[in-house]
């Protein structure tokens, strides 16, 4: 039975990380669509169980668990994810911390509930940035920790798992693509008639769905971090989910939201992050040093 050669417009998603994933694409207008579903959710189903912190068997958590000076062997995407955190890392000074997992758990924004006696110990707590205490062995495959660390991915993981869909779509011979989580997004070539995929960026304010701005993107990958969005609220106060690696606690100043272009999401997501602890000036000089580009940063309006 041969196919159509008429391209038509596809949507597919599914269940990923606490969200949903989505596949925007052209293909023919009778391919079929069952294949192409199971192996874009095998994709993100990946980076959940190696990168979860919700998992307790992730290879992440597997890995939290392990000796301080003893080599674990980790997956390659998970090594993969790693580096690039460890590179933005030291490039932001510390900006963008991946060895925030027992802060982020403690004020309610892993699997359990804010603790204020887990709140005190992460405020108190003495932290090595996770560049200088994780090693990496690329050529093995394998990581080992120096100090005790807990790492968490959740501001580079989504980012890594528009990238995975969007290496599927190529692998399935998808040339027109545009695939998000969140407010991470990744543009694979154009529209079938030469436009750029059209997104949408929301207005950080909490409780509107109302559009800030609109850009066209090909290949490319887009990435917004803010304080609207997740958080957790104790008391009649707000606490954004970007932790500040100084305090151990959320970020108290920060940009309302900041929108990253660069070449892969993971590094797009990652950098978004780094810029709302930075702020504005230090942000876009890092920014454009890794070769990426602010192409938005909302500053809270004064009341």
Same mark, same amino acid.
């Given at each position: @039975?041969?196919?159509?050669? %008429?391209?038509?417009?596809?949507?597919?998603?599914?269940?990923?990380?606490? !969200?949903?994933?989505?596949?925007? &694409? &052209?293909?023919?207008?009778?391919?079929?669509?069952?294949?192409?579903?199971?192996? /874009?959710?095998?994709?993100?189903?990946?980076?959940?169980?190696? @990168?979860?912190?919700?998992?307790?068997?992730?290879?992440? @958590?597997? &890995? %939290?668990?392990?000796?301080?000076?003893?080599?674990?062997?980790?997956?390659?995407?998970?090594?993969?994810?790693?580096?690039?955190?460890?590179?933005?890392?030291?490039?932001?000074?510390?900006? /963008?911390?991946?060895?925030?997992?027992?802060?982020?758990?403690?004020?309610? &924004?892993?699997?359990? +509930?804010?603790?204020?006696?887990?709140?005190?110990?992460?405020?108190?707590?003495?932290?090595?940035? +996770?560049?200088?205490?994780?090693?990496? $062995?690329?050529?093995?495959?394998?990581?080992?920790?120096?100090?005790?660390?807990?790492? $968490?991915?959740?501001?580079?993981?989504?980012?890594?798992?528009?990238?995975?869909?969007?290496?599927?779509?190529?692998?399935?011979?998808? %040339?027109?693509?545009?695939?998000?989580?969140?407010?991470?997004?990744?543009?694979?070539?154009?529209?079938?008639?030469?436009?750029?995929?059209?997104?949408?960026?929301?207005?950080?304010?909490?409780?509107?769905?109302?559009?800030? !701005?609109? /850009?066209?993107?090909? %290949?490319?990958?887009?990435?917004?971090?803010?304080?609207?969005?997740? /958080?957790?609220?104790?008391?009649?106060?707000?606490?954004?989910?970007?932790?500040?690696?100084?305090?151990?606690?959320?970020?108290?100043?920060?940009?309302?939201?900041?929108?990253?272009?660069?070449?892969?999401?993971?590094?797009?997501?990652?950098?978004? !992050?780094?810029?709302?602890?930075?702020?504005?000036?230090?942000?876009?000089?890092?920014?454009?040093?890794?070769?990426?580009?602010?192409?938005?940063?909302?500053?809270?309006?004064?009341?």
């Amino acid at each position: @039975m041969k196919m159509s050669t %008429n391209l038509a417009r596809h949507v597919l998603n599914g269940p990923t990380m606490g !969200s949903r994933w989505s596949v925007v &694409f &052209f293909a023919p207008e009778d391919i079929d669509l069952i294949p192409l579903q199971a192996r /874009f959710q095998e994709a993100v189903d990946l980076v959940d169980d190696q @990168m979860s912190t919700w998992k307790p068997h992730s290879d992440l @958590m597997r &890995f %939290n668990a392990a000796s301080v000076g003893q080599w674990h062997l980790l997956p390659a995407a998970l090594m993969e994810v790693l580096a690039e955190a460890l590179t933005i890392g030291c490039a932001s000074g510390g900006a /963008f911390e991946i060895g925030m997992g027992d802060a982020v758990r403690a004020w309610g &924004f892993g699997p359990t +509930a804010p603790s204020e006696p887990a709140i005190r110990a992460a405020l108190q707590k003495t932290r090595c940035p +996770a560049h200088e205490v994780l090693e990496l $062995d690329i050529t093995q495959s394998r990581a080992r920790k120096h100090a005790e660390i807990t790492l $968490d991915l959740c501001g580079i993981a989504k980012g890594y798992g528009v990238d995975r869909l969007i290496r599927t779509a190529q692998a399935l011979g998808l %040339n027109h693509a545009l695939a998000s989580i969140d407010g991470e997004l990744r543009a694979l070539g154009t529209q079938p008639d030469g436009r750029g995929w059209t997104v949408a960026l929301e207005k950080p304010e909490i409780g509107t769905r109302a559009i800030h !701005s609109m /850009f066209e993107i090909e %290949n490319i990958a887009l990435a917004t971090s803010g304080d609207y969005r997740h /958080f957790v609220k104790l008391g009649d106060r707000h606490l954004a989910h970007t932790m500040d690696p100084a305090t151990g606690g959320p970020l108290k100043q920060s940009p309302a939201s900041v929108t990253v272009l660069a070449e892969s999401c993971m590094r797009a997501d990652a950098l978004a !992050s780094a810029v709302m602890v930075l702020g504005e000036a230090r942000g876009r000089a890092l920014v454009a040093q890794l070769g990426a580009e602010i192409v938005t940063l909302a500053e809270h309006c004064e009341a």
